[in-house]
């Protein structure tokens, strides 16, 4: 298995995703024999599973990366539960995979979230 990630920068487009997310997940490929491979030209990519910021997908990029017969698995992270709107509209439907992680406000307290195996969740 192979995985291709695109995440040019610094600056990178969200500065949370790179450590917290693409980083670990590279390791856990390297531990686990998975190859990645690290792109800097999106719109030259062909027939890969392609791990990117849903903020790179601007118009016409989905398509484009769909003609090339790629997989595209999109994080989407900010501060609310809405989609990016740097995506389309139309061509969200064609993204294969997308992780939303919505931010966590800064509040003075805060409560631990568990979520059991059936999705019963409760607070601490």
Same mark, same amino acid.
């Given at each position: 298995?192979?995985?291709?990630?695109?995440?040019?920068?610094?600056?990178?487009?969200?500065?949370?995703?790179?450590?917290?997310?693409?980083?670990?997940?590279?390791?856990?490929?390297?531990?686990?024999?998975?190859?990645?491979?690290?792109?800097?030209?999106?719109?030259? $990519?062909?027939?890969? $599973?392609?791990?990117?910021?849903?903020?790179?997908l601007e118009a016409g990029v989905i398509t484009r990366?769909?003609?090339?017969?790629?997989?595209?698995?999109?994080?989407?992270?900010?501060?609310?539960? $809405?989609?990016?709107?740097?995506?389309?509209?139309?061509?969200?439907?064609?993204?294969?995979?997308?992780?939303?992680?919505?931010?966590?406000?800064?509040?003075?307290?805060?409560?631990?979230?568990?979520?059991?195996?059936?999705?019963?969740?409760?607070?601490?």
């Amino acid at each position: 298995m192979k995985l291709t990630f695109y995440d040019p920068g610094p600056p990178f487009k969200n500065d949370y995703l790179t450590p917290m997310y693409f980083d670990q997940l590279k390791a856990y490929c390297g531990d686990n024999n998975i190859t990645v491979v690290d792109i800097t030209d999106l719109m030259t $990519v062909k027939n890969e $599973v392609i791990l990117l910021n849903a903020h790179w997908l601007e118009a016409g990029v989905i398509t484009r990366l769909k003609e090339n017969g790629n997989t595209i698995i999109s994080f989407d992270i900010n501060d609310n539960s $809405v989609f990016t709107s740097v995506v389309p509209f139309d061509e969200i439907n064609h993204i294969d995979l997308i992780f939303k992680i919505a931010g966590i406000q800064k509040t003075d307290t805060s409560y631990e979230v568990h979520i059991d195996d059936d999705f019963n969740f409760g607070r601490e």
